[in-house]
């Protein structure tokens, strides 16, 4: 199969029990994920074939689920084996996995949802690219936004307007991302991932609550921090933090770690990406490198 994502006729998809060429895949002009936005998602990355933080990303999962009443469709093993079953279909080695699940399909338009409808399952795989040489040398650019969201930032929700326009809005300022800051003045995270600084050798970063999404990324970043004693710590982080930080990293799933080397227009640190980041990206793939090999 070619590795060139352009011939999307030869990906396969999953789609409610069934794996079908994604050109075929079709969904309901009913379904309630596309009226309106009434569904969650995850999105995973696989390693040489193998889901990481795959417990993580299923909480997560069931997490969203359950806070918008979308009975889970399918048991623990049962989304393993789907999510296996796709990836194994695609010769790629490290892909990203997209899961979503939609409350259904509803005929009359009622934004009540009615009892007993069927959740609608789809996911697709896509290669996994390395982060850009550049980006690694250089870091990012990012400013600062008023974050638009709601109030459940938690949920993994599948609408995600206000994070497009955020997004948008970056880039018509010229730079790659933005950070958020709520309306009690405190950083929540960044447009698609979660914010660390490091200050004084300290990795910081906001507590998880409604106004972010608990990034798997994190947790793993966490983890990786405790086996190399570089501290962690949890707690509100407001403008002035950030433009006081030493360095500024944007944590997910698809991207890892990667350093903000310019906010709003000022240097972060020296300007280049920092030290404790080149640190923490080589442990990361340490990381991943014992994860391939059954270690961790
Ligand atoms: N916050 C938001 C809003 C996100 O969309 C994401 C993931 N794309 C994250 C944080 C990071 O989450 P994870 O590390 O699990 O990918």
Known sequence: MSQNLSVVSQQIVYLNGEYIPM????????????????GVYEVIPVYQ???????????????SLA?????????????????????????????FVYLQVTRGIQMQRDHLPA??????????????????????????????????????CDIKAIALLPNVLMKLAAKHQG?????????????????????????????????????????????V?????ASHQLSFVERELTLQDLQSAD???????????????????VKVGSGVPGPVWNRMRDHYQQYKAQFVSGLV
């Open 23 to 38: 050109s075929e895949s079709q969904i309901s002009t009913q379904d309630r994920g596309f009226l309106f936005g009434d």
């Open 49 to 63: 074939q193998k889901l990481f933080a795959w417990e993580e990303h299923l909480q997560r999962l069931k997490n």
């Open 67 to 95: 806070a918008v009443s979308i009975p889970n469709p399918l048991t623990d093993d049962a989304w393993l084996d789907l999510l296996n079953t796709l990836i194994a279909k695609h010769p790629w080695q490290d892909q």
């Open 115 to 152: 009892d007993c409808l069927t959740p609608t399952i789809y996911a697709y795989t896509n290669p996994l690219k390395p982060v850009d040489a550049k980006i690694l040398t250089q870091g990012i650019q990012v400013v600062t936004l008023e974050d638009i969201r709601w109030l459940r």
């Open 175 to 219: 730079a790659d991302d933005a950070i958020l800051v709520g309306r009690d003045g405190t950083i929540s995270e960044g447009s698609a991932s979660n914010v660390v600084i490091v200050k004084n050798g300290e990795l910081l970063t906001p507590p998880n609550s409604h106004k972010l999404l608990p990034g798997v990324t994190r947790i």
């Open 221 to 225: 970043i966490e983890r990786v921090a």
């Open 247 to 265: 360095e500024i990293w944007l944590t997910s799933s698809t991207k890892e770690a990667l350093p903000v080397t310019l906010l709003d227009g």
